[in-house]
Nanobody, 125 residues
């Protein structure tokens, strides 16, 4: 009964900020690397960022580097995605995912073991 639950999505204007949260339950949180992915209509699921179990190893997609920040609070079993300077092309359903192979910070969706249900982010121009 592992569950990942995203929250924080919504409708914003270009240039605004959002912080997404993903609360995990049913797993030992610091045994997992965590990733964020997004999927726009008609598009493939796209890697956004990943953070290893301790927070010391982070990867970002080129499209979000400098605007988005991944962090985690292991005491709260929660991973965050701070999104600044949002653009219309950031519009997508955002998913968090958990990978038991910690330290890998993989960019490949199929490597992840558990997924949340997604939260919609819509950025208007």
């Amino acid at each position: 009964q592992v569950q990942l639950e995203e929250s924080g999505g919504g409708l914003v204007q270009a240039g605004d900020s959002l912080r997404l949260s993903c609360a995990a339950s049913g797993l030992t949180f610091n045994n997992y690397d965590m990733g964020w992915f997004r999927q726009a209509p008609g598009k493939e699921r796209e890697f956004v960022g990943a953070i290893n179990w301790s927070g010391g190893r982070i990867k970002y997609a080129d499209s979000v580097r400098g605007r988005f920040t991944i962090s985690r609070d292991n005491a709260k079993n929660t991973v965050y995605l701070q999104m600044n300077s949002l653009k219309p092309e950031d519009t997508a359903v955002y998913y968090c995912a958990a990978d038991a192979a910690r330290w890998r910070t993989t960019t490949t969706a199929n490597d992840y073991d558990y997924w949340g249900q997604g939260t919609q982010v819509t950025v208007s121009s």
